[in-house]
């Protein structure tokens, strides 16, 4: 069974860091890119980091560039999401998931075949 588990939400200041971390099991993802999403009450999904399985330079929505880095472990197995500088508007449930193998990147939500439950981050002021 496939499951995709994220850890590492929780509550913190305003300014704070927390890293996520999302643990891929029930086949290989090897090949598969790995995306973070979030999404905040009432607002749409939104791709807040992506890395691909080949290399290259991760992706970042314009709001999380010079705060947030995604990271993997070698084997596609890990991936980190730390977060420095928290704000407000970074509460959000964030989610991880992974391309179907084979797909170097994805930017859009119905570019990703599995998805974790998602984790709660919230940054009061």
């Known amino acids: 069974q496939v499951q995709l588990a994220e850890s590492g939400g929780g509550s913190v200041q305003a300014g704070g860091s927390l890293r996520l971390s999302c643990a891929a099991s029930?086949?290989?993802?090897?090949?598969?890119?790995t995306g973070w999403f979030r999404q905040a009450p009432g607002k749409e999904r939104e791709l807040v980091a992506a890395i691909s399985w080949s290399g290259g330079t991760p992706i970042y929505a314009d709001s999380v560039k010079g705060r947030f880095t995604i990271s993997r472990t070698n084997a596609n197995t890990i991936v980190y999401l730390q977060m420095n500088s928290l704000e407000p508007e970074d509460t959000a449930v964030y989610y991880c998931?992974?391309?179907?193998?084979?797909?170097?990147?994805?930017?859009?939500?119905?570019?990703?075949?599995?998805w974790g439950q998602g984790t709660q981050v919230t940054v009061s002021s």
């Open positions: 998931a992974k391309t179907i193998p084979g797909t170097t990147w994805g930017l859009r939500t119905d570019e990703y075949a599995y």
């Open positions: 029930g086949r290989a993802f090897g090949t598969s890119a």
